[in-house]
Nanobody, 122 residues
Framework: QVQLVESGGGLVQAGGSLRLSCAAS????????MGWYRQAPGKQRELVAT???????NYADSVKGRFAISREIAKKTVDLQMNSLKPEDTAVYYC????????????????WGQGTQVTVSS
């Protein structure tokens, strides 16, 4: 089994900062891409930022210059530093990872965390 556990969400005023963390655990052979997605009420889940095992990053246009994603491969963690937060950043943020497990080394599967609420007040 694989688990992704997020932490760090909360309530912050516009212009403030939050840092989200996600740790993967379980029968993990390797992790390819890790990232963060978010889903606001009434909207579809959308990409926020991803980082590959090689360190290449990708950001949604709406967060470029404000958010920074980082990962520690040995610790199997990925963080999202969110600065200059806006009310429109309010959403449930989900950690995502593409993982090959020791139980099935043929394929890599998509795993999701349980989500953490981020609320930005105006």
């Amino acid at each position: 089994q694989v688990q992704l556990v997020e932490s760090g969400g909360g309530l912050v005023q516009a212009g403030g900062s939050l840092r989200l963390s996600c740790a993967a655990s379980g029968s993990i052979l390797g992790i390819d891409k890790m990232g963060w997605y978010r889903q606001a009420p009434g909207k579809q889940r959308e990409l926020v930022a991803t980082v590959t095992s090689g360190g290449s990053t990708n950001y949604a246009d709406s967060v470029k210059g404000r958010f920074a994603i980082s990962r520690e491969i040995a610790k199997k963690t990925v963080d999202l530093q969110m600065n200059s937060l806006k009310p429109e950043d309010t959403a449930v943020y989900y950690c995502n990872a593409v993982i090959t497990t020791t139980q099935d080394i043929r394929y890599a599967y998509n795993y999701w965390g349980q989500g953490t609420q981020v609320t930005v007040s105006s």
